[in-house]
């Protein structure tokens, strides 16, 4: 097969690279040669480049190692959620007595 007849259809055209670049370059103060260097650093992804000028950290997604793993996750999150959900109404429970005991006093 001819190398001169692949196209790479990961790379954009050349008008969405440019529009790109414009996007960039009015959301940044990067010049074009940096702008385009960040464009192929961050695979052609202008709002990965707008984010990283910005300072946002781009999330890394967490590897789910098996299925159990995630389930025993899920139990773990709504258990955390639901004490932490009982704690609040507790300590809000007591200070409400505290309250009317304090007003009662008086």
Same mark, same amino acid.
């Given at each position: 097969?001819?190398?001169? %007849?692949?196209?790479? #259809?990961?790379?954009?055209?050349?008008?969405?690279?440019?529009?790109?670049? /414009?996007? #960039? =370059?009015? *959301?940044?103060?990067?010049?074009?040669?940096?702008?385009?260097?960040? !464009?192929?650093?961050?695979?052609?992804?202008?709002?990965?480049?707008?984010?990283?000028?910005?300072?946002?950290?781009?999330?890394?997604?967490?590897?789910?190692? =098996?299925?159990?793993?995630? #389930?025993?996750? *899920?139990?773990?999150? *709504? !258990? /955390?959620?639901?004490?932490?959900?009982? %704690?609040?109404?507790?300590?809000?429970?007591?200070?409400?007595? !505290?309250? !009317?005991?304090? =007003? %009662? =006093?008086?």
């Amino acid at each position: 097969m001819d190398r001169m %007849n692949i196209v790479d #259809i990961t790379t954009p055209s050349i008008e969405k690279i440019a529009e790109m670049c /414009d996007i #960039i =370059s009015r *959301q940044t103060e990067y010049t074009m040669d940096q702008i385009k260097d960040k !464009l192929i650093e961050y695979n052609y992804e202008h709002i990965d480049v707008i984010k990283e000028y910005m300072g946002i950290e781009k999330e890394k997604p967490r590897p789910i190692k =098996s299925i159990n793993q995630e #389930i025993y996750k *899920q139990i773990r999150l *709504q !258990l /955390d959620a639901g004490i932490r959900e009982f %704690n609040n109404k507790q300590y809000e429970k007591i200070a409400e007595e !505290l309250q !009317l005991t304090t =007003s %009662n =006093s008086k």
